[in-house]
C-alpha cells in the first residue's frame, strides 16, 4: 500500500499550489490532509469521506483551501488559495480503513492507518 504527495514547492504570500495524493494497493473509507510545521505537532487540514462525498476543513483554512476527490482514481487534492507564511509546513496524506468512520473523526490522527511520504510547502517573500 502506498499513498504518493506531490505538489509542494517554493511559493510567495498570496499564491496557490495544488497538491495531490494517490495511493495505491487498496482503497479507503476516507482519505485527509495533514500538515506539520517546523517545531509544531500534525494536524488536520482537510479530510474527505468518500460514502456520501462528506467534506472538512480545518477552520484556519476554510474559504481558502479546497480538498477533492476522484473515488474512482484512489486520489486526492488540496486546493490551496492565498497562501500565508504560517501555512508553511510538510503536509502528509493519509488514509483511513476504517467501514463506518464518522464525519466527525475524518479530522483524527488515530483515524489513518496509511500515511504518504509528506510534501514540503514553503510560503515565503
Known amino acids: 500500500v502506498q499513498l504518493q504527495a506531490s505538489g509542494g514547492g517554493l511559493v510567495q504570500p498570496g499564491d496557490s499550489l495544488t497538491l495531490s495524493c494517490v495511493a495505491s494497493g487498496r482503497t479507503f473509507y476516507a482519505m485527509g490532509w495533514f500538515r506539520q510545521g517546523p517545531g509544531k505537532e500534525r494536524e488536520f487540514v482537510a479530510g474527505?469521506?468518500?460514502?456520501?462525498?462528506?467534506?472538512i476543513h480545518e477552520d484556519s483554512v476554510k474559504g481558502r483551501f479546497t480538498i477533492s476527490g476522484d473515488k474512482a482514481k484512489n486520489t486526492v487534492y488540496l486546493q490551496m488559495n492565498s497562501l500565508k507564511p504560517e501555512d508553511t509546513a510538510v503536509y502528509y496524506c493519509?488514509?483511513?480503513?476504517?467501514?463506518?468512520?464518522?464525519?466527525?473523526?475524518?479530522?483524527?490522527?488515530?483515524?489513518?492507518?496509511?500515511w504518504g511520504q509528506g510534501t514540503l510547502v514553503t510560503v515565503s517573500s
Open positions: 474527505i469521506r468518500w460514502r456520501g462525498s462528506n467534506k
Open positions: 493519509a488514509g483511513s480503513t476504517e467501514a463506518g468512520i464518522i464525519v466527525s473523526s475524518i479530522r483524527r490522527v488515530d483515524r489513518y492507518d496509511y
